[in-house]
Every structure is written in structure tokens, then in C-alpha cells.
């Protein structure tokens, strides 16, 4: 037979921008003004016409460890070889259960069972279910609500994007889940520059027990927050919010959900931000940063307590009736650990603790540029507020988005929020590069 033809890597040549129905992308825009990588290494992505860009977002919150490390594209090319596929239903293959036992050993005391998927939405939808599946199996029949946050995001399938808060994303597609409620979201206008974390605002997770005395805690199942939030613009909790909202959640019998789909694997400097902040929920998501990005997946991490629930209290047979015929896939349970192994090698949680307060002091000094009305900050992560323009929200953003991109630069924006993330092999000097690059862009901008 003959060879397949090759596949071009890096190349533009034949490529049709029109097939190609892309995701969250003003389609029309971009494909008019492509703007497209071909290639990545360590803090840089290559670009079509062979421009070095710093990344400032590790892609999307999920190449921690920086691209194109040797470590996990060699374990997925022999996972690949060695074993394609193999099914995770009835059957199963080492090393998902290596993987499992690996995210274990990193999660808060207790926090031990865990559920593989392919993405943060996926994580998102089967936490809210495990969740479900909890109370059911306990003979709690009554618990069907699940309160989410606004401005939270938990990706856009229909269970997260009902408790998520993004009006965008739900109008619409919304009518299908039924039985959610809001929190409010944890960003203070009263405190505009604050670094790190807001002083403490009890009042913010008391409403938590206002929404208990409306509906009865008996109906409510979940809670499901991001301990930072991160797509709506980097939202750092005040302090002491995620405890007082655990000691709620624990007093009524709700379980507590934290989404680490981008706070997971060292954004904040420690395995978890549950670690982080000291607060260790029931359920906690990720995906992201489990692979690098390097593969698609995602993982859910339960309590034992949760776990035994639902497999000890169901009836013989399946106890969960739930899962993805990707769930623990070889190649990317390989990309997932030799990820955790390069984390640990290269201390990459520890550098980014290392490396925050210099991260914080670099970013608040964009303060006196001109339309920054606010800067928040955490771990490696920072939002950067710019006031809208009049009557287009997000145009400058997303003018200062491709000024960056064509200055060399990678940033994030999210309405008028330019928020960053990079990943945490980066260097003191390369955070400075970053600030300084913004410094000049912002100074441009109109
Ligand atoms: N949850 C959080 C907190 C996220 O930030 C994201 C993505 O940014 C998701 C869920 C959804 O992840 P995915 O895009 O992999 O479905």
C-alpha cells in the first residue's frame, strides 16, 4: 500500500481558513485577520510567519510546565505506540490507575478517588452529578439544586453553564437545567487594587445561608465555586470566604465543589488552590494543567467519603452510571504522568511561589497607566482591568490583545480584563519583559 501522504506541521501552505467553525472566535473577524501558531517551545509559541511570541497565558491556563517539553511528548508518543485505545468500561490499562494514584498522592488529606474526563466542561458536569449521585445513594432524595456563582465559569456544557455565571454563555441554552441559584461573585469594587487576596467580606458568603433559608437545605445538593475566578477576569476571594462558605456547606449537608480547572497543578504555587487557601471541599475539578494541554483531559477528585457513598450505597451492578469513552485514555493518562513528574522534578509549584511576590509588585506597577482601573493578583495569576470605552465594551481590550500578539506578546482578555497566567517555568526577567511590554502597549492605546 502506498504511504500516506505526510502531514505538514508548520506550514500555511494549502491551508483554508473556511471549514473550520472555531470556538468562543468572532469567526468572520479571524478569518479576515488570521492570527495563527505553528509551533511552541519552552516560553514561546512560533508564529505563521516565524515571529517569536511570549506566552503570557500558558495557551489557555493549561501549559504550566512550558511547551513542547521532551518529558511528556516522548511519553505520548510511546504510550501511543504501545497501547492506542484500551476501554476504561468493565476493562482497564495501568496507567490510568498509575495516573489516579499519582493526582491522589498531590490532592488535600482524604481527597483520594479519582474520575477521569476530557476537558474542564466535562469535570464540570460530572462533579455536579457526582454530587447528585451522592445524595442519592444516601437516601437523600430531596437534594437536586445546585448553586453556582455569577461571573462563575464551569464551561459550557449544560450542567456548568447553568451554575456558571456568564450571561453570554447561558441565554438561550439555559431552559435545560432547571433548580439553580446564584451566589454573588466575590469582586469588590470598593477595592480596587488590592494585592492578593481582599480583606475579609463575611457578608459575601452569608448569603450562602440566605439561599438555604429560601429554598431548604434539604433541596440543595452542591455548591459549586472557582476558588479564584479566572475567565471572567480574575476574581480573588476576600479572605476567609471559602471557609466561611465550607462551614455552611458542612452545617447543612451540602457537598462543596471547587472548580481547579485552572487554579489546579501550581497556579497559585501549591498543588491545589484547596491547599492553597486551607480549605479542602468534596469535590474538586481539573483539567488543564493534568496534561500540560498537551493532551485533553481532566480529572475529578472525590472524597473517600464521597467516593464509598456512591459505590458501597448503590445496588450490585454499575454504580455510577456515568463516563466518557475517553475516561483514562492511554495517551493522555501518559501525557498526565509525565506532566506531575516534570511538576515534581523541576519544583514548578515551587517556583511559582517563588516567584509571586515578584509577579504582584510587576503588576501593580501598571497601576498609573493610562485606562488600568484596577489590578488583582494571585499565585502567577493577574487581571489587569482597563475601563471600557464609551458604549464598546471589550474594544479595548481586545485592541491592546492584537497590539500584544503582534508586539510579541500573549495575553488574555476577557471583556475589558487582560488577564495573565503564564507558565510557571517563567523567569523574573521574563515577568518583566511581560509587564514592561504591557506598560508600552497600554501607553499606546487609545
Ligand atoms: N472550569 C473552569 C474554572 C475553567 O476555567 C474552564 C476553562 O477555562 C472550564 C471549566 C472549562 O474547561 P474546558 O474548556 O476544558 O471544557
Same mark, same amino acid.
Given at each position: 500500500a502506498a504511504a500516506p501522504a505526510s502531514i505538514d506541521f508548520a506550514s500555511m501552505d494549502g491551508v483554508d481558513l473556511d471549514h473550520f467553525w472555531m470556538p468562543f472566535t468572532n469567526n468572520r473577524f479571524f478569518k479576515q485577520n488570521p492570527r495563527l501558531f505553528v509551533a511552541a517551545s519552552d516560553m514561546h509559541y512560533t508564529t505563521a510567519d516565524g515571529r517569536q511570541v511570549l506566552d503570557a497565558t500558558a495557551g489557555l491556563w493549561c501549559v504550566n510546565a512550558g511547551h513542547g517539553r521532551a518529558a511528556i511528548t516522548d511519553a505520548v508518543t510511546r504510550a501511543a505506540q504501545t497501547l492506542d485505545f484500551a476501554p476504561t468500561f468493565q476493562l482497564g490499562h495501568p496507567l490510568a490507575f498509575r495516573l489516579a494514584s499519582d493526582v491522589a498522592r498531590i490532592?488535600?488529606?482524604?481527597?483520594d478517588r479519582v474520575f477521569f474526563t476530557n476537558s474542564g466542561s466535562e469535570s464540570a458536569d460530572t462533579a455536579l452529578k457526582m454530587a447528585l449521585a451522592y445524595h442519592h445513594a444516601r437516601?437523600?432524595?430531596?437534594?437536586f439544586r445546585l448553586i453556582g456563582r455569577q461571573r462563575g465559569y464551569h464551561g459550557t456544557n449544560f450542567g456548568g453553564l447553568s451554575v456558571g455565571g456568564i450571561g453570554g454563555n447561558r441565554r438561550r441554552f439555559v431552559s435545560q437545567v432547571w433548580g439553580v441559584d446564584h451566589l454573588s461573585h466575590?469582586?469588590?469594587?470598593?477595592?480596587?487594587?488590592?494585592?492578593?487576596m481582599q480583606p475579609g467580606n463575611g457578608a459575601l458568603a452569608e448569603e450562602l445561608e440566605e439561599l438555604v433559608a429560601l429554598h431548604?437545605? @434539604?433541596?440543595i445538593a452542591a455548591v459549586i465555586v472557582e476558588p479564584v475566578a479566572g475567565s471572567t477576569g480574575v476574581l480573588v476571594p476576600p479572605q476567609g470566604y471559602l471557609q466561611a462558605l465550607r462551614d455552611i456547606t458542612r452545617k447543612h449537608g451540602i457537598l462543596l465543589i471547587f472548580d481547579e480547572v485552572i487554579t489546579g497543578f501550581g497556579r497559585l504555587g501549591k498543588a491545589t488552590a484547596a491547599e492553597y487557601f486551607g480549605v479542602t471541599p468534596d469535590i474538586i475539578t481539573t483539567a488543564k494543567g493534568l496534561t500540560n494541554g498537551t493532551v485533553p483531559m481532566g480529572a475529578v477528585i472525590a472524597s473517600r467519603e464521597v467516593h464509598d457513598t456512591v459505590v458501597n450505597g448503590s445496588? @450490585?451492578?454499575? @454504580?455510577?452510571?456515568h463516563g466518557y469513552?475517553?475516561?483514562?485514555h492511554p495517551v493522555a493518562a501518559a501525557a498526565g504522568l509525565a506532566t506531575l513528574g516534570l511538576y515534581r522534578e523541576e519544583g514548578l509549584f515551587e517556583n511559582a511561589a517563588a516567584l509571586a511576590a515578584h509577579w504582584e509588585a510587576a503588576a501593580h506597577a501598571l497601576a498609573d497607566c493610562p485606562h488600568v482601573i484596577d489590578v488583582r493578583n494571585l499565585g502567577l495569576v493577574a487581571g489587569i482591568e482597563l475601563a471600557p470605552r464609551d458604549g464598546t465594551v471589550g474594544a479595548r481590550a481586545m485592541e491592546a490583545f492584537h497590539r500584544a500578539f503582534d508586539a510579541g506578546l500573549l495575553i488574555r482578555v476577557t471583556g475589558d480584563i487582560i488577564a495573565l497566567s503564564p507558565p510557571l517555568m517563567i523567569s523574573a526577567a521574563q515577568i518583566d519583559t511581560i509587564f514592561g511590554m504591557l506598560r508600552e502597549i497600554l501607553n499606546d492605546l487609545a
Open positions: 490532592m488535600p488529606a482524604g481527597m437516601g437523600d432524595h430531596t437534594r466575590t469582586h469588590g469594587q470598593a477595592v480596587r487594587f488590592c494585592r492578593g431548604g437545605p @434539604e433541596t445496588p @450490585e451492578g454499575i @454504580e455510577f452510571y469513552t475517553y475516561s483514562g
